[in-house]
Nanobody
Framework: QVQLVESGGGLVQAGGSLRLSCTAS????????MGWFRQAPGKEREFVAA????????YYADSVKGRFTISRDNAKNTVWLQMNSLKPEDTAVYYC?????????????????WGQGTQVTVSS
């Protein structure tokens, strides 16, 4: 069993930055691909970014490419999402997720464990 706890959400003005953190329990964090997803009110949960177990491969949704950066530190069991140049349309609950299959994917259905989410609100 893996437990994921997100933090770092909040209210920020458009153009600002936030850094989300996700800390995982368990000793096998380093073998998991990790992803960030978000869900805005009235919308389906969508992929934001993913990172391979080693950190060498990263993937981003087109809507955040060039503004968001995903990274991880396996020694700290932590994955981050640095969000810059935030826009009101980035407003959502952000979730981190772990994929125990190792192969990094953008597909929501492939992720096995989820955090409780952290709210990000971007004001215009």
């Amino acid at each position: 069993q893996v437990q994921l706890v997100e933090s770092g959400g909040g209210l920020v003005q458009a153009g600002g930055s936030l850094r989300l953190s996700c800390t995982a329990s368990g000793r096998t964090f380093s073998s998991y691909a990790m992803g960030w997803f978000r869900q805005a009110p009235g919308k389906e949960r969508e992929f934001v970014a993913a990172i391979s177990w080693s950190g060498r491969s990263t993937y981003y949704a087109d809507s955040v490419k060039g503004r968001f950066t995903i990274s991880r530190d396996n020694a700290k069991n932590t994955v981050w999402l640095q969000m810059n140049s935030l826009k009101p349309e980035d407003t959502a609950v952000y979730y981190c997720a772990a994929d125990v299959s190792v192969v990094v994917t953008t597909q929501i259905s492939e992720y096995d464990y989820w955090g409780q989410g952290t709210q990000v609100t971007v004001s215009s």
